[in-house]
């Protein structure tokens, strides 16, 4: 009998591999290397340990639901909460001392992947509790009472989320929820409403960010709330086109007491924290929307071949037109692309340094397997938006995609609509630019030169990615130059969308090519080199409409045609 890996023991690649640098940092200086860094490599232990782990999720998702009447009703079956509890897959992040799985980054979020390609809704409340509850929050914490608190919560089953979006919105500095000291000091009193909480109507035990008000000015707090605690009401389930079956909740916290040492507290003077609680975020993110999203990729990809399998036109295979062929090899290209972009970003060592890079791989994932699934509707026709209650009425073959379109859609607004993601890529890179008073490059970006191990159309395409980069390092020395009061350039919200939207197609591009470039020996895929080429030359096309709409600025009077319209529109009828 073969032992079971080790899971505690980190991975071979981490103690022996180099760190992937942070695209982040080329994007900064306008330097990019000739060649392309060894693209990150999962090694053997990590894997096994990923693909077992798997397959037992597999089996006990397979035997306790079923995807189709999940969908259908709109709810998961009884008793499935306690099974999953007991199953300790709500620990898949999770160290030894909380009696969890202890999984890498990357094999969390293929688990993810794996569960949503079968059950959406499954794959998500994974998502929620490894990627933005307590568990994901808990390597943060220092070591005293609220961290043990929760350790053993997260031991005896407690399933978590984070309660952060509220009726006025998302993207909000201060929380209208407030944090109220009692007098004696030892407990804090919330009050407030929540909307949109992945595992609100379920939750033992939610972080809830709210806002304390103090002489000295306000503070932004991250209370964990006990969901039996007096006051902490679910007020409605909410329900979604996609995602059928996801328990997600408003609530109202009206009076809730929660122990000074379970809050977590920081003064207005420490203006990282909400960047540090969004890098904390930052993977489960990726397991909430990307790893759904990779998951919808790939089913289209392989619906894409079914159907093309039983489909002629005029007696002639659908497969053999040009136009099919094309649709096929993009659609090809994009799933490897966004598998790149994903292994980038979690694995090996550095991933704590590839901020940009995670940032971004949700928007590229979720934009990505958008296209392809309105690509595969395309080529489905009628069948492609058909439902399935409809298609197995007719004996037609019961592929969901109507209900995969529709999850696919709302990816793109979870953990946050997609443009604002691009808008804080945006200011991140340009808060660095103005740190460093938009500072020349140590070094010019040289020649054009370079790209071992690719053939001539990538090395072509790199060339072209190198040029960009430094392009856009040219760029945003030119705006901070032209705005010397951060606030102004900040202003121009459109600005900083495709300033996020540039970085994010060039460093998709760049991960393909590093992919293609075969740095590590005997691990290069089958046509990689096809598909990061034919990759490149759909982002290139994507890119120059980018730098079209950025060199365009400002433009015609966008804000203020809306603006006037606004103003009116009361007093129409």
Same mark, same amino acid.
């Given at each position: 009998?073969?032992?079971?890996?080790?899971?505690?023991?980190?991975?071979?690649?981490?103690?022996?591999?180099?760190?992937?640098?942070?695209?982040?940092?080329?994007?900064?200086?306008?330097?990019?290397?000739?060649?392309?860094?060894?693209?990150p490599e999962q090694d053997t232990q990590d894997r096994a340990t990923g693909e077992a782990t798997t397959a037992r999720l597999d089996a006990f998702l397979r035997a306790?639901?079923?995807?189709?009447?999940?969908?259908?009703?709109?709810?998961?079956?009884?008793?499935?909460?306690?099974?999953?509890?007991?199953?300790?897959?709500?620990?898949?992040?999770?160290?030894?001392?909380?009696?969890?799985?202890?999984?890498?980054?990357?094999?969390?979020?293929?688990?993810?992947?794996?569960?949503?390609?079968?059950?959406?809704?499954?794959?998500?409340?994974?998502?929620?509790?490894?990627?933005?509850?307590?568990?994901?929050?808990?390597?943060?914490?220092?070591?005293?009472?609220?961290?043990?608190?929760?350790?053993?919560?997260?031991?005896?089953?407690?399933?978590?989320?984070?309660?952060?979006?509220?009726?006025?919105?998302?993207?909000?500095? @201060?929380?209208?929820?407030?944090?109220?000291?009692?007098?004696?000091g030892t407990a804090y009193v919330l009050r407030g409403e929540k909307v949109f909480t992945g595992h609100g109507p379920v939750a033992d035990l939610l972080a809830v960010?709210?806002?304390?008000?103090?002489?000295?000015?306000?503070?932004?707090?991250?209370?964990?709330?006990?969901?039996?605690?007096?006051?902490?009401?679910?007020?409605?389930?909410?329900?979604?086109?996609?995602?059928?079956?996801?328990?997600?909740?408003?609530?109202?916290?009206?009076?809730?007491?929660?122990?000074?040492?379970?809050?977590?507290?920081?003064?207005?003077?420490?203006?990282?924290?909400?960047?540090?609680?969004?890098?904390?975020?930052?993977?489960?993110?990726?397991?909430?929307?990307?790893?759904?999203?990779?998951a919808i990729a790939r089913l289209c990809r392989r619906w894409s071949a079914e159907f093309l399998a039983r489909r002629t036109v005029n007696g002639r295979p659908l497969?053999?037109?040009?136009?099919?062929?094309?649709?096929?090899?993009?659609?090809?290209?994009?799933?490897?692309?966004?598998?790149?972009?994903?292994?980038?970003?979690?694995?090996?060592?550095? =991933?704590?340094?590839?901020?940009?890079?995670?940032?971004?791989?949700?928007?590229?994932?979720?934009?990505?397997?958008?296209?392809?699934?309105?690509?595969?509707?395309?080529?489905?026709?009628?069948?492609?938006?058909?439902?399935?209650?409809?298609?197995?009425?007719?004996?037609?073959?019961?592929?969901?995609?109507?209900?995969?379109?529709?999850?696919?859609?709302?990816?793109?607004?979870?953990?946050?609509?997609?443009?604002?993601?691009?808008?804080?890529?945006?200011?991140?890179?340009?808060?660095?630019?103005?740190?460093?008073?938009?500072?020349?490059?140590? =070094?010019?970006?040289?020649?054009?030169?370079?790209?071992?191990?690719?053939?001539?159309?990538?090395?072509?395409?790199?060339?072209?990615?190198?040029?960009?980069?430094?392009?856009?390092?040219?760029?945003?020395?030119?705006?901070?130059?032209?705005?010397?009061?951060?606030?102004?350039?900040?202003?121009?919200?459109?600005?900083?969308?495709?300033?996020?939207?540039?970085?994010?197609?060039?460093?998709?591009?760049? =991960?393909?090519?590093?992919?293609?470039?075969?740095?590590?020996?005997?691990?290069?895929?089958?046509?990689?080199?096809?598909?990061?080429?034919?990759?490149?030359?759909? =982002?290139?096309?994507?890119?120059?409409?980018? @730098?079209?709409?950025?060199?365009?600025?400002?433009?015609?009077?966008?804000?203020?045609?809306?603006?006037? @319209?606004?103003?009116?529109?009361?007093?129409?009828?």
């Amino acid at each position: 009998m073969t032992a079971a890996p080790d899971v505690t023991a980190p991975p071979a690649s981490d103690l022996t591999a180099p760190p992937t640098p942070g695209f982040a940092a080329a994007l900064e200086t306008g330097l990019l290397g000739p060649e392309p860094p060894a693209f990150p490599e999962q090694d053997t232990q990590d894997r096994a340990t990923g693909e077992a782990t798997t397959a037992r999720l597999d089996a006990f998702l397979r035997a306790r639901l079923d995807p189709d009447q999940v969908d259908l009703t709109g709810a998961l079956p009884d008793g499935f909460l306690d099974d999953l509890r007991a199953s300790g897959f709500l620990k898949l992040r999770l160290g030894p001392e909380a009696d969890g799985l202890g999984l890498s980054p990357y094999n969390t979020f293929r688990a993810v992947e794996h569960a949503a390609g079968l059950c959406m809704p499954a794959g998500q409340m994974l998502a929620v509790q490894a990627g933005v509850g307590a568990p994901a929050l808990l390597p943060a914490l220092p070591e005293g009472p609220l961290r043990d608190h929760l350790t053993e919560r997260l031991a005896a089953g407690a399933v978590s989320g984070f309660a952060l979006t509220e009726p006025a919105g998302q993207n909000n500095a @201060w929380p209208g929820t407030t944090a109220t000291r009692s007098a004696d000091g030892t407990a804090y009193v919330l009050r407030g409403e929540k909307v949109f909480t992945g595992h609100g109507p379920v939750a033992d035990l939610l972080a809830v960010a709210a806002t304390e008000h103090t002489p000295e000015g306000r503070r932004l707090c991250v209370c964990f709330v006990d969901t039996s605690a007096a006051g902490f009401e679910v007020t409605s389930s909410i329900e979604f086109a996609g995602s059928r079956g996801l328990p997600n909740g408003a609530l109202r916290l009206d009076g809730v007491e929660v122990p000074a040492e379970h809050v977590v507290r920081h003064a207005p003077e420490d203006p990282r924290f909400s960047e540090r609680m969004a890098d904390v975020l930052l993977d489960g993110q990726l397991y909430f929307t990307a790893a759904p999203a990779l998951a919808i990729a790939r089913l289209c990809r392989r619906w894409s071949a079914e159907f093309l399998a039983r489909r002629t036109v005029n007696g002639r295979p659908l497969i053999e037109y040009d136009a099919i062929q094309r649709l096929v090899a993009d659609t090809l290209a994009e799933v490897h692309a966004v598998d790149s972009v994903i292994r980038w970003g979690l694995i090996g060592p550095g =991933a704590e340094d590839r901020w940009f890079e995670r940032l971004t791989a949700k928007n590229l994932a979720v934009r990505t397997a958008w296209r392809i699934v309105d690509r595969t509707v395309s080529l489905y026709g009628a069948e492609g938006v058909e439902t399935l209650p409809s298609k197995l009425r007719r004996g037609a073959p019961p592929v969901p995609l109507e209900r995969r379109m529709r999850d696919a859609r709302g990816l793109r607004i979870a953990g946050n609509v997609d443009f604002q993601l691009d808008a804080q890529a945006g200011r991140r890179l340009l808060t660095r630019y103005y740190a460093t008073d938009g500072a020349e490059p140590a =070094a010019v970006a040289g020649d054009t030169a370079g790209g071992a191990g690719l053939g001539a159309a990538n090395r072509a395409h790199l060339a072209a990615v190198r040029e960009q980069v430094a392009r856009f390092h040219a760029t945003c020395r030119e705006l901070v130059a032209a705005h010397p009061r951060q606030e102004e350039l900040f202003e121009k919200e459109h600005t900083l969308i495709l300033l996020g939207r540039i970085g994010a197609e060039l460093f998709a591009s760049y =991960a393909v090519l590093a992919r293609a470039a075969g740095a590590n020996p005997g691990n290069v895929d089958e046509d990689a080199g096809t598909l990061a080429e034919v990759y490149c030359v759909e =982002a290139g096309h994507r890119l120059a409409g980018l @730098w079209r709409r950025l060199t365009a600025e400002p433009g015609p009077d966008h804000a203020g045609l809306g603006r006037r @319209w606004l103003a009116g529109f009361a007093d129409r009828p």
